[in-house]
């Protein structure tokens, strides 16, 4: 999604292929809370993620593999959760970003 009205959080520490090696040694709450940071300068921003768990589908399926565990890790984290709260981030949904589009 390109819009001048929404930013897009780039996460450019999630490569594809993404090897295992690599997504262990990935520290995902820092780069969150970096991008985090550098959203702040606009009214809107959204970021895509892979927040969730493995099973033996996805290792079939993907190479984001560990890493969805470690966006899971990261985006309920304390210092995640209290960033968003100390900045007075207000979370939204789809619906949401639709209606901002018009």
């Known amino acids: 999604m390109r ?3 929404i ?5 450019d520490w ?3 292929p993404f090897s295992i090696e690599k997504q262990f ?4 709450e820092d780069n969150l809370y970096n991008a985090l940071t550098n959203c ?13 768990y493995v ?7 993907s190479t984001y593999t560990i890493i969805r ?3 899971l890790a990261a985006a309920t984290s304390d210092k995640i959760k209290n960033f968003i709260r100390d900045n007075e981030i207000e979370l939204i949904n789809y619906n949401k970003i639709k209606e ?3």
């Open 3 to 5: 819009n001048d009205k």
């Open 7 to 11: 930013h897009m959080v780039p996460c």
């Open 14 to 16: 999630t490569p594809k």
């Open 25 to 28: 040694e990935t520290n995902v």
């Open 40 to 52: 702040l300068n606009h009214e809107y921003a959204y970021f895509i993620c892979h927040c969730g």
């Open 55 to 61: 099973d033996s589908d996805l290792l079939s399926e």
């Open 69 to 71: 565990c470690k966006d």
């Open 100 to 102: 901002i589009l018009g």
